[in-house]
């Protein structure tokens, strides 16, 4: 996503007096480091341009056009960048009434032990004579969140300097912690009106562009106000094509402050096919265009595939804090397993080292963090357990490129996993499946390694309570723990030396709306694995280069359980929806059935307890609903199951009272 300018000129009202013809220096990214130069100690490449979003081990840095940055996690054990520093070409401050600097940065500010005390340090330098000597200027502190702001710096002390130079540092004492990550630094005159478009929603290569045919797609975006006076409005646009543009008026925005902006009436996506969008805001006052704009696009679809969340979550039974861990992914599982996929991937146990699968499989994902217990979401971002339901509901609307199925048994002492992906929209590239098989409940010997540590043992740091555990009354360490979700083997077998998928597995080229099948019978089940309780995961990532989602899992879904013998192993249900969800009186349970069969339908309380049952039922293919009264349900969580001979399928029910 570039910024363009725009030979426009529009009338609308603002407070600016001063002419603002250009930034004294302005140095974004988007074409090159030069004049910019880099300078790091340690082997490591110090600041790079990259563009989309970069995965660090302690969270995720968002697209921002193209930015630089160090991400000194990703590199290799005997590499490091402490210090790096990126160094401006020399600039005058002469004869600016109110010089000030401004720039966009992404910074965690993390650190890794204390003792011997290990910190991010983050600064910005400058000098007067040319760059032979450097004072610091000031401190980058962390962003809320992790989430890109604007820092502005007043440099009026330096006025009367005609050969001034930046410098912006990084280091971390040799910690290999996260990095920070810098964009569109400018030496302006804040005395003039200058406005500026910081970001556009949705980002063009994200999984917020799509939109099924015949929806409403609005566009937004932020918009900086860089002079020292407040602007009292300004006008956004959006231009789809060669359309007509339409365009919003918009508030005020203080000085050096930003404002949020929508622009109404939605555009209506008209087909299944990719539009570029333009995007800008204008100010009376501003002469200065060239960050006023931005492109984006938007991508219609026939349908929105049904988007599952797939949660990895870094745990082990040494880790006394991840007891946090088991009780926030049980819950989110009881809450809505039919819309989310959850593996517990162990370190340092005896479930990681259970086989050279879960080691890999560990090796990954500790890989993608900075401490335990961890989630890494979609592969694409790092959060706390604690934050899932939030995390759920916040990307629970992503697009998810494809439907998908699966159907799983165990025969002859292996797993064979049969898995269908329909996409929604033409997918060219190197797209693939990886499966997981996880088993829930592996348990070990007390006073073994099997252990589970539990530091909120007594109640001192807090509740932490889910159904069969109440960590705050039980001992540290606790034993006889039945964990759950426990990652017990991938395909491919070593994910870590060969993530993102089996090659092959899907064509390059699939077609909107049809349905792609892969088989695979690698698996063996273990002697210590309980089949019974095994559950197979399949992702759909994306391994193609230069894609902004490469790496990324794209869709996740789980089979119910697995059966044994030898069964046809097309899938019968999908598509299945309980709604109203949470309900007081009614519900109903949507469904399609791929072909004719017997259903079953059940509901089963969080004790197992079958609450209702209806008669086996002889059913056609095609859309399916069921009627269930739930005004003498108990206030709590219940499991919808609807089976057939092929298998089953289930989602959460919440009563409320």
């Given at each position: 996503?570039?910024?363009?300018?725009?030979?426009?000129?529009?009338?609308?009202?603002?407070?600016?007096?001063?002419?603002?013809?250009?930034?004294?220096?302005?140095?974004?990214?988007?074409?090159?480091?030069?004049?910019?130069?880099?300078?790091?100690?340690?082997?490591?490449?110090?600041?790079?341009?990259?563009?989309?979003?970069?995965?660090?081990?302690?969270?995720?840095?968002?697209?921002?056009?193209?930015?630089?940055?160090?991400?000194?996690?990703?590199?290799?054990?005997?590499?490091?960048?402490?210090?790096?520093?990126?160094?401006?070409?020399?600039?005058?401050?002469?004869?600016?009434?109110?010089?000030?600097?401004?720039?966009?940065?992404?910074?965690?500010?993390?650190?890794?032990?204390?003792?011997?005390?290990?910190?991010?340090?983050?600064?910005?330098?400058?000098?007067?004579?040319?760059?032979?000597?450097?004072?610091?200027?000031?401190?980058?502190?962390?962003?809320?969140?992790?989430?890109?702001?604007?820092?502005?710096?007043?440099?009026?002390?330096?006025?009367?300097?005609?050969?001034?130079?930046?410098?912006?540092?990084?280091?971390?004492?040799?910690?290999?912690?996260?990095?920070?990550?810098?964009?569109?630094?400018?030496?302006?005159?804040?005395?003039?009106?200058?406005?500026?478009?910081?970001?556009?929603?949705?980002?063009?290569?994200?999984?917020?562009?799509?939109?099924?045919?015949?929806?409403?797609?609005?566009?937004?975006?932020?918009?900086?106000?860089?002079?020292?006076?407040?602007?009292?409005?300004?006008?956004?646009?959006?231009?789809?094509?060669?359309?007509?543009?339409?365009?919003?008026?918009?508030?005020?925005?203080?000085?050096?402050?930003?404002?949020?902006?929508s622009i109404t009436p939605a555009y209506t996506i008209p087909s299944a096919t990719q539009q570029s969008v333009k995007i800008w805001v204008t100010c009376?006052?501003?002469?200065?265009?060239?960050?006023?704009?931005?492109?984006?696009?938007?991508?219609?679809?026939?349908?929105?595939?049904?988007?599952?969340?797939?949660?990895?979550?870094?745990?082990?039974?040494?880790?006394?804090?991840?007891?946090?861990?088991?009780?926030?992914?049980?819950?989110?599982?009881?809450?809505?397993?039919?819309?989310?996929?959850?593996?517990?991937?162990?370190?340092?146990?005896?479930?990681?080292?259970?086989?050279?699968?879960?080691?890999?499989?560990?090796?990954?994902?500790?890989?993608?963090?900075?401490?335990?217990?961890?989630?890494?979401?979609?592969?694409?971002?790092?959060?706390?357990?604690?934050?899932?339901?939030?995390?759920?509901?916040?990307?629970?609307?992503?697009?998810?490129?494809?439907?998908?199925?699966?159907?799983?048994?165990?025969?002859?002492?292996?797993?064979?996993?049969?898995?269908?992906?329909?996409?929604?929209?033409?997918?060219?590239?190197?797209?693939?499946?990886?499966?997981?098989?996880?088993?829930?409940?592996?348990?070990?010997?007390?006073?073994?390694?099997?252990?589970?540590?539990?530091?909120?043992?007594?109640?001192?740091?807090?509740?932490?309570?889910?159904?069969?555990?109440?960590?705050?009354?039980?001992?540290?360490?606790?034993?006889?723990?039945?964990?759950?979700?426990?990652?017990?083997?991938?395909?491919?077998?070593?994910?870590?030396?060969?993530?993102?998928?089996?090659?092959?597995?899907?064509?390059?080229?699939?077609?909107?709306?049809?349905?792609?099948?892969?088989?695979?019978?690698?698996?063996?089940?273990?002697?210590?694995?309980?089949?019974?309780?095994?559950?197979?995961?399949?992702?759909?990532?994306?391994?193609?280069?230069?894609?902004?989602?490469?790496?990324?899992?794209?869709?996740?879904?789980?089979?119910?359980?697995?059966?044994?013998?030898?069964?046809?192993?097309?899938?019968?249900?999908?598509?299945?929806?309980?709604?109203?969800?949470?309900?007081?009186?009614?519900?109903?349970?949507?469904?399609?059935?791929?072909?004719?069969?017997?259903?079953?339908?059940?509901?089963?309380?969080?004790?197992?307890?079958?609450?209702?049952?209806?008669?086996?039922?002889?059913?056609?293919?095609?859309?399916?609903?069921?009627?269930?009264?739930?005004?003498?349900?108990?206030?709590?969580?219940?499991?919808?199951?609807?089976?057939?001979?092929?298998?089953?399928?289930?989602?959460?029910?919440?009563?409320?009272?």
């Amino acid at each position: 996503m570039k910024k363009i300018l725009l030979s426009l000129t529009f009338a609308c009202i603002g407070l600016g007096t001063n002419t603002f013809a250009a930034p004294i220096m302005l140095q974004n990214f988007e074409t090159a480091m030069a004049p910019w130069t880099v300078a790091t100690t340690g082997g490591g490449g110090g600041w790079t341009i990259v563009s989309g979003a970069t995965a660090t081990q302690l969270g995720t840095i968002a697209a921002h056009t193209k930015y630089a940055v160090v991400n000194e996690g990703a590199l290799a054990a005997s590499t490091y960048n402490d210090p790096t520093t990126m160094k401006s070409p020399t600039f005058s401050l002469v004869g600016i009434a109110a010089p000030y600097l401004s720039f966009d940065y992404d910074y965690f500010q993390a650190w890794l032990s204390a003792s011997p005390y290990i910190h991010e340090h983050a600064w910005i330098d400058i000098s007067t004579d040319g760059g032979t000597t450097f004072s610091l200027l000031d401190s980058i502190v962390y962003t809320s969140g992790g989430a890109w702001q604007t820092k502005f710096e007043n440099l009026a002390a330096y006025a009367t300097s005609a050969t001034c130079v930046l410098r912006f540092g990084y280091d971390d004492g040799g910690g290999k912690i996260i990095g920070v990550a810098i964009d569109n630094i400018m030496v302006y005159d804040a005395a003039a009106t200058e406005i500026g478009l910081t970001s556009v929603a949705p980002v063009a290569g994200t999984a917020a562009d799509f939109f099924a045919v015949g929806t409403g797609a609005t566009f937004s975006g932020t918009v900086m106000n860089y002079s020292t006076a407040a602007v009292s409005s300004f006008t956004a646009y959006y231009q789809v094509g060669t359309a007509a543009p339409v365009s919003a008026a918009s508030g005020s925005i203080p000085a050096m402050s930003s404002a949020p902006f929508s622009i109404t009436p939605a555009y209506t996506i008209p087909s299944a096919t990719q539009q570029s969008v333009k995007i800008w805001v204008t100010c009376t006052g501003e002469t200065y265009l060239n960050n006023d704009s931005m492109n984006t696009a938007v991508v219609g679809v026939a349908f929105m595939p049904k988007k599952r969340l797939m949660f990895e979550e870094a745990t082990g039974t040494w880790c006394g804090w991840c007891v946090r861990g088991i009780v926030y992914m049980d819950s989110l599982w009881r809450a809505d397993s039919n819309n989310v996929n959850i593996v517990s991937v162990h370190n340092s146990d005896p479930m990681q080292s259970d086989n050279a699968s879960s080691v890999a499989y560990d090796q990954l994902i500790s890989g993608k963090i900075s401490g335990f217990p961890s989630m890494v979401i979609d592969r694409r971002e790092v959060s706390d357990p604690s934050n899932c339901f939030t995390d759920y509901a916040n990307e629970g609307a992503y697009y998810g490129y494809a439907d998908m199925g699966i159907k799983a048994k165990t025969t002859t002492g292996k797993v064979i996993a049969s898995v269908k992906v329909k996409p929604a929209s033409d997918m060219t590239g190197d797209y693939r499946i990886e499966l997981i098989v996880e088993e829930d409940g592996p348990s070990g010997a007390a006073g073994s390694t099997w252990d589970q540590h539990n530091y909120y043992s007594g109640g001192g740091s807090g509740a932490m309570q889910t159904i069969g555990y109440n960590f705050a009354t039980l001992p540290n360490p606790v034993t006889g723990v039945k964990f759950p979700f426990v990652g017990r083997a991938t395909v491919p077998a070593n994910v870590n030396t060969t993530p993102n998928g089996v090659a092959g597995s899907l064509p390059g080229t699939m077609t909107s709306g049809t349905t792609y099948t892969w088989t695979d019978s690698s698996v063996v089940i273990a002697s210590n694995w309980v089949a019974s309780k095994l559950r197979v995961i399949a992702l759909l990532i994306d391994n193609t280069t230069g894609n902004t989602t490469k790496g990324q899992i794209l869709n996740s879904i789980s089979s119910p359980g697995l059966y044994t013998g030898v069964q046809d192993e097309t899938m019968v249900i999908g598509n299945m929806n309980v709604f109203p969800n949470p309900t007081n009186d009614m519900a109903h349970i949507r469904f399609e059935l791929t072909e004719a069969t017997t259903v079953n339908f059940s509901v089963i309380d969080v004790m197992g307890r079958v609450v209702f049952s209806a008669p086996a039922e002889q059913m056609n293919a095609g859309n399916q609903q069921i009627n269930i009264s739930t005004a003498d349900y108990a206030a709590g969580v219940y499991n919808v199951v609807i089976r057939t001979d092929k298998g089953q399928v289930s989602q959460h029910l919440s009563v409320i009272r």
